[in-house]
């Protein structure tokens, strides 16, 4: 059974005091793939790392984060299109890119304006995204709707939206990233996913941050990415391989193998 971490911050520096052990017991859990998206100019250098050392697990992102679009995002966002432009192999995909107004309202335009720029990359070299949403729903679906029919293609990373968010979403062809929020009571994300059902949905941890229940609060990890597989079999009535199955070949769909 093999299960496919699509959004996990492996180079976390909290991971740094027992990585190889992180490692080991995602093995252990059946997690044969993590992605990474970069977050900013220095995530990147451990993430090529991490690559280096574990080759056949370890795939990585290129993209600006919401809350990383600073006043220079323009001049950090040519640096990251020359990398593109020299190496589009070395990338599964433009991440994690996206929207954030929890932490400031007052960069929405030029978080907005990185985000354009970073769906053109994806169309360029035909690539899929990961995207980070958060108390930004509205804004985010405006941007979307404005390139549908344009050949876009991702996740909706963490997603937390409404019914009617997931099913526009998935009507616009893009997949969910479910992660340890959905094993959260109070979080509604579960009634979502009875709705929808299965055949849109990936599997991610976020890891160090979301740990699932009944880690929670403490340090997340990609091998908890197992038991949010779980905790969907039972919510979806589903098997554990039927979730581990399904997700994979989706995340196989979007991201490669």
């Not at 985000?115 to 035909?126: A, D, F, G, H, K």
Request: glycine share 8%; charged share 25%.
């Amino acid at each position: 059974m093999l299960l496919i971490d699509t959004h996990t911050h492996l180079d976390n520096p909290q991971l740094e005091p027992d990585r190889a052990e992180v490692f080991a017991r995602m093995k252990q859990a059946g997690v044969g793939r993590a992605l990474i998206p970069n977050v900013d100019d220095e995530s990147w250098p451990r993430m090529q790392a991490l690559q280096a050392e574990y080759p056949e697990v370890v795939r990585l992102m290129l993209g600006l984060h919401p809350c990383h679009v600073g006043e220079d995002w323009v001049e950090v966002l040519d640096r990251y299109e020359a990398r593109w432009s020299a190496t589009p192999e070395a990338f599964v995909a433009v991440g994690e890119l996206g929207l954030d107004l929890y932490w400031d309202q007052t960069t929405l335009d030029r978080q907005v304006a990185a985000l354009e720029r970073q769906l053109e990359w994806c169309v360029r070299w035909n690539k899929p995204f990961s995207m980070h949403v958060r108390e930004a729903w509205g804004p985010t679906m405006d941007v979307l709707r404005t390139w549908k029919g344009r050949g876009l293609r991702g996740v909706l990373h963490c997603f937390t939206g409404s019914r009617e968010i997931a099913e526009e979403l998935i009507g616009m062809g893009f997949y969910l990233g479910i992660g340890g929020v959905a094993t959260f009571p109070k979080a509604g994300v579960t009634d979502v996913l009875r709705a929808v059902g299965l055949d849109r949905l990936v599997l991610e941890t976020d890891s160090p941050y979301l740990a699932p229940v009944p880690f929670r609060g403490k340090r997340n990890e990609s091998a908890y990415v197992r038991r949010v597989a779980e905790y969907l079999a039972v919510a979806l009535d589903r098997t554990v391989a039927e979730v581990a199955e399904v997700t994979s070949r989706n995340a196989q769909h979007i991201f490669g193998p």
